[in-house]
């Protein structure tokens, strides 16, 4: 009797030992926890975008859990699970509008409607994705696979999930770890390119003041936008139109709480859920392969691109500029997406050689211009290749 009910013991424990993480761990999962606990050690230590790489990194944790599949519903690939049913959000393409609503409830368009010509700048930032567009297609990606991978060029994330979930969802979710690593990366990235292509002179720049903006002029700004945008380009009216409707809850001055919900909790909750649920895509079994390694580096050439393309159009537009309305070259990387952190890069890199030089005010003009260029840019994609 002691017998049986020993080897009964040992049998039922031999049997919960194959549903444990350590019988069914594999070198991929060991390798992805690594790398989520490194997106956490750079949010914590570095402070290098937290509100986004912690949930990636955790979510990476999360994600890369290892479990029998035995049909215990509880991966995120699974059916039924509940990480599934939030992972919708990302492959439907239901998180990025929202988040657009919240970046244009917390964007103020000032100083881009106070100097247009800088929305020119945001433009040329966005030849990054198509030079990425073009090289991915020679490195054997399909159209729509390649437009998707392109789009991290514009270093913004929300825009590359929702045409990733459009055009590539099997490849969405290393073209969202790659685009919001690259947004993290901003302060590591550009300032080197920055220095590199241009001169002295050219860092001791001063822009004038610009000029003060009416109300009017901030509420009419989101309704021209969303009708110029996307009668151009209609393909991007998720993006654009709740980026314009944000912005429009914000300057109108009479939705003050609809554009507080819009800038905070609303953006908070679906960062959350987003960051999570992007982080656990990262699954060993479905993310490590050669294509995640070459997304990754198309990713990393197509930022280096925007940000040289943008710093490269402000010293050949400055060609054609009288010397007291020159454009200072460093806030030509401000023309991606990352806001406002590109910006902010514009201001450290200039402080470096001028301490009294302001540029952050300036730069915001390309950068407010760059989330328009890059959900544009989106845009002509999805309806060339959707």
């Known amino acids: ?74 991966g995120l690939y699974e059916e039924g699970s509940v990480l ?84 590539a969802p099997n490849l969405m979710g290393a073209i969202a770890v790659s685009a919001y690593s690259y947004m993290a990366l901003v302060p590591v990235i550009q300032p080197p390119f920055m220095r590199l292509l241009t001169t002295k002179k050219e860092r001791l720049i001063h822009m004038k003041a610009p000029r003060v903006v009416s109300s009017t002029e901030k509420m009419i700004f989101p309704v021209i936008g969303l009708l110029l945008t996307c009668f151009l380009v209609p393909s991007g009216l998720p993006l654009l139109g709740m980026l314009f409707f944000g912005n429009l809850l914000k300057e109108s001055g009479v939705t003050r709480r609809l554009a507080e919900t819009a800038r905070g909790p609303l953006i908070d909750i679906v960062t959350i859920l987003l960051g999570v649920t992007v982080g656990a895509s990262t699954q060993a079994t479905q993310f490590l392969t050669f294509n995640s390694i070459k997304i990754f580096g198309l990713g990393a050439f197509s930022f280096i691109i925007a940000t040289c393309t943008g710093v490269l159009f402000v010293k050949f537009f400055n060609l054609f500029l009288k010397k007291e309305n020159k454009i200072n070259p460093l806030i030509g990387n401000a023309g991606v997406s990352a806001v406002p952190d590109s910006a902010r890069i514009s201001q450290v890199v200039g402080a470096e050689y001028d301490s009294s030089n302001y540029l952050l005010m300036h730069a915001m003009g390309p950068n407010v211009a760059g989330v328009i260029g890059s959900a544009v840019a989106a845009g002509i994609l999805l309806g060339f290749l959707g």
Do not use: C
């Open 1 to 74: 009797m002691q017998d049986s009910f020993f080897s009964f013991l040992v049998d039922n424990l031999q049997l919960f030992l194959t549903y444990t993480g350590f019988a069914n761990a594999s070198f991929g999962h060991i390798a992805m926890i690594l790398m989520g606990l490194i997106f956490i050690f750079l949010a914590i230590r570095y402070e290098f975008e937290p509100m986004l790489l912690i949930p990636i990194g955790f979510g990476m944790l999360i994600g890369n859990i290892p479990f029998k599949d035995v049909g215990l519903q509880i």
């Open 84 to 167: 599934n049913y939030l992972y919708h959000g990302v492959r439907n393409g239901w998180y990025p509008p929202l988040i657009f609503l919240g970046i244009g409830a917390m964007t103020d368009f000032s100083a881009l409607i106070s100097n247009p010509k800088l929305m020119l700048i945001g433009a040329a930032a966005q030849f990054g994705i198509f030079g990425a567009y073009i090289t991915a297609l020679q490195l054997g990606f399909d159209p729509s696979q390649a437009a998707a991978i392109g789009i991290i060029g514009g270093a913004d994330g929300p825009t590359a999930i929702f045409l990733s979930s459009k055009l």
